[in-house]
C-alpha cells in the first residue's frame, strides 16, 4: 500500500445517480475508520474519493438530488482510480457527443496510470473511450445488446458481475444491479489488502 492517500474521483456529469456515486465514496471512506470505531482505536481510511465534473460546478443528479463535485476533471490530477458509477439514459439511446470531454479525460487518465472502473450502465461512457476494443466487458444486462451492437470489437458479457480487463487489469466492470459492491470491494482489497475490504 502507498505511503500516500490512494485518490480516487468519482466522475460527475448529469445522468449519475446520486445513490451510486456517494455510495462508492462512503465505501472509500468507510475503510479503517468503521471497524476503529466499532471495536476501538483510531484509523483514517487510506482512500481519498472526490467528486469530479467537468465544470467543478453542482449539478442535479438523475434521481433529482444536488451533486457538490470537490474538483474540476483538469484540477484532479492524476487518480490512482477514476469511477465511471452509472448513468441513466435508456439502453439504445444515443449519448451523441454530450459527454465527449468526459470520454477524453478518461482516455487521458488511463494513459497516465490511472484504473479506470465502470459500473452498470457506466459502461456505455467506458466505451466510447476505445480502451475496451478487443477485451471482455460487462454492464448492466439491458445494456449489452446495444453496446455489442456499436461496438463489436470488445466482448460484452451482460451475466459477469465483476470482470478485470486489459494490461494489468487497469479496467475493472460491474454488471447489474448492485454488482457495484463488489467492484469497490474489489478496488479496496487490491490497494489495501483483503482485510480492510
Known amino acids: ?36 470505531m466499532l471495536h476501538g482505536g483510531q484509523a483514517e481510511s487510506p482512500f481519498r474519493s472526490m467528486v469530479v465534473s467537468r465544470d467543478g460546478q453542482p449539478l442535479e443528479g438523475a434521481n433529482g438530488v444536488r451533486i457538490v463535485p470537490e474538483a474540476t476533471l483538469d484540477a ?10 452509472d448513468i441513466a439514459v435508456p439502453p ?37 473511450t476505445g480502451l475496451l476494443e478487443g477485451l471482455d466487458a460487462t454492464s448492466h ?31 475493472v466492470m460491474a454488471g447489474s444491479g448492485v454488482a457495484w459492491h463488489q467492484l469497490v470491494m474489489a478496488l479496496i482489497s487490491r490497494f489495501a489488502g483483503a482485510e480492510a475490504a
Do not use: Q
Open 1 to 36: 500500500m502507498p505511503n500516500r492517500p490512494i485518490t480516487v474521483a468519482l466522475l460527475a456529469m448529469p445522468g449519475v445517480t446520486a445513490a451510486t456515486l456517494y455510495g462508492f465514496h462512503d465505501l472509500f471512506s468507510s475503510v479503517h475508520r468503521d471497524w476503529s
Open 76 to 85: 484532479c490530477g492524476s487518480p490512482d482510480v477514476v469511477c465511471v458509477t
Open 92 to 128: 439504445g439511446e444515443p449519448v451523441g457527443d454530450r459527454y465527449d470531454a468526459e470520454v477524453a479525460w478518461l482516455r487521458e487518465r488511463h494513459a497516465r496510470g490511472s484504473i479506470l472502473a465502470s459500473s452498470c450502465s457506466g459502461a456505455v461512457l467506458l466505451a466510447r
Open 141 to 171: 444486462w439491458a445494456y449489452c445488446d446495444t453496446l455489442k451492437r456499436d461496438f463489436p470489437g470488445t466482448r460484452w458479457f451482460p451475466e459477469r458481475g465483476l470482470l478485470y480487463a486489459g494490461a494489468g487489469h487497469r479496467i
